[in-house]
């Protein structure tokens, strides 16, 4: 079992407008942009489990493209 210190060891909950479940991870809001995912909040963003599985989960898509559109 991991010792979270900060604001995730406090018990924030999920950024993520309609969620209530507590944070597991801290990511910068440029990051959360670019996997398109509704914020409300300030300069970080706190994520749940099922939440920070989703922001993997577009943030590889996004980069996929952006390499091959690179790649060109």
């Given at each position: 079992?991991?010792?979270?210190?900060?604001?995730?060891?406090?018990?924030?909950?999920?950024?993520?407008?309609?969620?209530?479940e507590?944070?597991?991870r801290?990511?910068?809001?440029?990051?959360?942009?670019?996997?398109?995912l509704?914020?409300?909040?300030?300069?970080?963003?706190?994520?749940c489990?099922?939440?920070?599985?989703?922001?993997?989960?577009?943030?590889?898509?996004?980069?996929?493209?952006?390499?091959?559109?690179?790649?060109v």
């Open positions: 079992m991991a010792i979270f210190v900060g604001k995730i060891g406090k018990g924030i909950t999920c950024s993520i407008s309609d969620c209530s507590i944070a597991i801290s990511i910068s809001n440029e990051k959360l942009d670019s996997a398109r509704k914020i409300s909040g300030a300069r970080r963003s706190y994520l489990k099922r939440h920070y599985k989703e922001f993997k989960k577009k943030r590889r898509e996004t980069r996929r493209i952006d390499k091959w559109r690179w790649s």
